[in-house]
C-alpha cells in the first residue's frame, strides 16, 4: 500500500515547522545565555524586546500548528488566528529592525538574521502558502492589535517608572509628540502587514494533487 502523495508533503511540512519552531526557541534562548554571562541576566529585560518575545510565542504557535499537521487534524480558526498574527508582527519586526536600527544589539549576527530576517519569511511564506489552515475573515483583522497594544502598554509604563525601554525611539525624554508618532506609526505599519498577511492567506488555493 502506498501513501497519498499529498498527505505525505503534509505530514513532512508539518515536521518542519516543529523543527523551525524548536530551532527558534533555541535561538531565543542561546541569545539569553549570552546576556547571562555578559551579567545581565534580567528575564524581563531580555524578553521585554519585541523580537525575542513575538519570535518565542510564534516559534510555539507553529510547533503546535506542526504538530497537529503531524497528527492528521486540521488548525482550528484560533490557533490559525494566533499563526496570522505572529506573521504580522514578524514583518514589523523585520522591516523596523532592518529599515531602522539595522545591525544594533549584542547578540551575534547570524542570531538577528535569523530572528529579523529568516524567520519571518519562513513563517510569512509558510502562512500565505498551507493548504491545512481555514481562511480567516477580514472581520477578525483587528485581533492583531491588542498583543502588540499590550507591549506598548507594558514598555511605555516601564519607561516612566524605572526608565527601562527595549528602543531608543521610545525613550521617555523624547517627549510625548515623538513617542506617539512613533507608537502610531507602529500600529499602523503593523495594520498594514496584517492586511498583506491576511490577503495572501486568502488567495485561492489549488485543490491536492492526487
Do not use: K
Not at 518575545?53 to 497528527?71: D, F, H, K, P
Not at 519569511?121 to 491545512?132: G, H, I, K, S
Amino acid at each position: 500500500m502506498t501513501s497519498h502523495p499529498a498527505g505525505s508533503r503534509r505530514r513532512v511540512r508539518s515536521v518542519a515547522r516543529v523543527v523551525a519552531g524548536v530551532g527558534v526557541l533555541g535561538v531565543v534562548l542561546f541569545a539569553y545565555v549570552l546576556r547571562i554571562a555578559a551579567d545581565d541576566p534580567n528575564f524581563f529585560d531580555f524578553f521585554g524586546y519585541f523580537t525575542n518575545q513575538t519570535s518565542s510565542l510564534t516559534a510555539l504557535v507553529l510547533i503546535a500548528v506542526g504538530a497537529r499537521g503531524a497528527a492528521d487534524r486540521t488548525v482550528p480558526v484560533g490557533l490559525a488566528l494566533a499563526w496570522a498574527i505572529g506573521a504580522a508582527c514578524l514583518i514589523v519586526v523585520a522591516v523596523v529592525y532592518n529599515g531602522l536600527v539595522p545591525g544594533t544589539g549584542s547578540a551575534p549576527p547570524w542570531v538577528s538574521a535569523v530572528l529579523h530576517l529568516v524567520f519571518p519569511l519562513l513563517v510569512v511564506v509558510d502562512f500565505a502558502t498551507a493548504p491545512d489552515r481555514p481562511r480567516l475573515a477580514w472581520r477578525h483583522l483587528w485581533w492583531v492589535l491588542p498583543y502588540p497594544a499590550a507591549w506598548v502598554a507594558v514598555v511605555l509604563a516601564r519607561g516612566a517608572t524605572d526608565g527601562w525601554v527595549p528602543y531608543g525611539f521610545l525613550l521617555p525624554e523624547r517627549g510625548l509628540a515623538s513617542l506617539v508618532l512613533h507608537v502610531v506609526g507602529i500600529l499602523a505599519l503593523l495594520l498594514l502587514a496584517a492586511t498583506v498577511v491576511w490577503a495572501l492567506g486568502r488567495r485561492p488555493r489549488r485543490a491536492p494533487s492526487s
